[in-house]
């Protein structure tokens, strides 16, 4: 596609339940980044991976968060055994290479855990 | 660790004013990028401007440029002629030069703008 793909767009789940969340970035694009955005803490870092290396996971908010990047390009972020406090809207961007060139940000995801 | 503050939680301007919005960051680190993002209702962050520490030159796009004062660590916005579609939420962020993207963006809280009919 053109642009930055994240399914789902929405998700509810249940408190103790395990969620993963789809990032399909530009094609050809190297970089690839997860953040978080909620209220209270504002946009947060999680992760970054270079083709399909993530060099630093330490930005990952627990040991309940991993993230995997297969072929370079698809990623996924994966939550287990979710908490009220994950809920947050889960963003992925993408850019060309990792010398500050523009980021293309997804439309994100909105995790509620209810 | 370097930090971005925006200290506008909200702005409201009418149509067609220009309206500057602030944004000042804490780095020790020598080159680095800026960058101003705008969030609308859909989610969906879209690049407004982008500078590199580096150039001593403004960055401009149409009617968004900004104001780049390195020594005070300052990086402003300034939107000329603001439209309505300009409404959104403003987010200034920093990227590390030397980290090679490892860190990703720091961002500020942001500033609500608010363009009034």
């Known amino acids: 596609g053109a642009g930055v793909s994240q399914s789902p767009s929405n998700k509810v789940t249940e408190k103790g339940k395990d969620v993963e969340l789809r990032c399909d970035p530009i094609?050809?694009?190297?970089?690839l980044y997860w953040y978080r955005q909620s209220l209270g803490q504002g946009l947060e870092f999680l992760i970054y991976f270079q083709g399909n290396s993530a060099p630093d996971k330490s930005g990952l908010p627990s040991d309940r968060f991993s993230a995997e990047r297969t072929g370079g390009s698809v990623s996924t972020l994966t939550i287990q055994r979710t908490q009220q406090e994950d809920s947050a809207v889960y963003l992925c961007a993408s850019s060309l290479d990792n010398r500050g060139t523009e980021a293309f940000f997804g439309q994100g995801t909105r995790l509620t855990v209810v | 660790a370097q930090t971005v503050t925006q200290s506008q939680p909200e702005m409201s301007v009418q149509e067609a004013e220009t309206v500057t919005l602030s944004c000042t960051y804490d780095?020790?680190?020598?080159?680095?990028?800026l960058f101003w993002y705008k969030q609308p209702p859909s989610r969906q962050m879209i690049l407004v401007i982008r500078q590199e520490a580096y150039k001593q030159q403004n960055a401009t796009e149409n009617r968004f440029s900004v104001n780049f004062q390195k020594a005070a660590k300052s990086f402003s916005l300034k939107i000329s002629d603001s439209q309505l579609g300009d409404t959104a939420m403003y987010f200034c962020?920093?990227?590390?030069?030397?980290?090679?993207?490892?860190?990703?963006?720091?961002f500020g809280k942001g500033t609500h703008l608010i363009i009034q009919p």
């Open positions: 962020a920093f990227m590390s030069y030397s980290g090679g993207g490892a860190d990703g963006l720091t």
């Open positions: 094609s050809g694009h190297t970089a």
């Open positions: 780095t020790s680190e020598n080159n680095y990028y």
